[in-house]
């Protein structure tokens, strides 16, 4: 019989990547991928830029800046510094060995090559076990629609630091995007455990993934358990605009509206345990684990957790 010891986990950045590196600590080295939401990605100062995509590789490393949950440890900011002195545009922060990521990633895609295997590539160099693996090798722009009009994802997050009210989120590009073959083959592997839904804003960071509609098609064909963990517990995410965004598109700011987003996907559904009487209301298998992540110890419990409960699941997918 087949060892199923390998694991598929989709995740945006600073939330969902304290769940993955969880996710690596529990699964034997190499038998984790990440899928990566790219919807944040963009073009700034000449150079194509990866926010979730650098933040999981960073993360997963052992190379995050613990700080600011995005960049490189140990950073230093002379270019950043430089530029702003020049009069140049200094609302986006690059560190130094941040920015030797963005310039090489831009130099390789100008030449041809796919988004993923310069990921890959940067991957193998930095020592990293995990397949860390772009959602798609496609362009997709998250946009985000407010009060004060449309804003690209970045000007909406970063420059505006989430304070317009948000109408609508479109995923520009989702359309026609094409998943990465590479994670659709890692949907396919023999020995695959379970697929986890990390506990990443749903709007901004899981939900570009499955507007792609290659993705939603696989998730929703999937072989073996597609688990998804709470972003909120007790009425607020742990950090992000992810209940003030719900808020204002007038949805309930509950777990049970993120369960039943994720309705057709999923086929089961872990709460924290401040939120246990919500089980009893949901129609999908529910499991409630302490779901805060601050310790690495924690990350790798509620990791452990989540792959016993797609355990007792596989029997019934
Ligand atoms: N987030 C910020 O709040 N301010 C920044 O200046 C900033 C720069 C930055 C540079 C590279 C990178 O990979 C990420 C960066 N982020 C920054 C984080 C990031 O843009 C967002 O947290 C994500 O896109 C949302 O997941």
Known sequence: MTRRDSVVALSGGIGGVKLALGLQGACAPGRLTVVVNTGDDFEHLGLAISPDVDTTLYTLCGLANAQLGWGRDGETWSFMTELERLGGEAWFRLGDKDLAVHVERTRRLAAGEPLSEVVADFGRRFGLATR???MTDDRVRTTVETVEGTLSFQRYFVARRCE???????YEGAERARPTPAALRALGEPDLAAVVI???NPYLSIDPILAIPGWRSALQSSRVPVVAVSPLIGGEAVKGPTAKIMRELRLEVSPLTVA??????IGGFVLDEVDAEL???LDVPVRVAPTLMRTLADKERLAR???AFAGTLRGAR
């Not at 317009?164 to 479109?170: E, G, N, Y």
């Not at 039943?260 to 996907?265: K, L, N, S, T, V």
């Open 198 to 200: 990390c506990p990443s």
């Open 260 to 265: 039943r987003h994720y309705a057709g996907i």
């Open 132 to 134: 860390v693996l772009p």
């Open 164 to 170: 317009p009210c948000v109408t609508a989120i479109r």
């Open 305 to 307: 957790e989540v792959l």
């Open 279 to 281: 089980a009893a209301r």
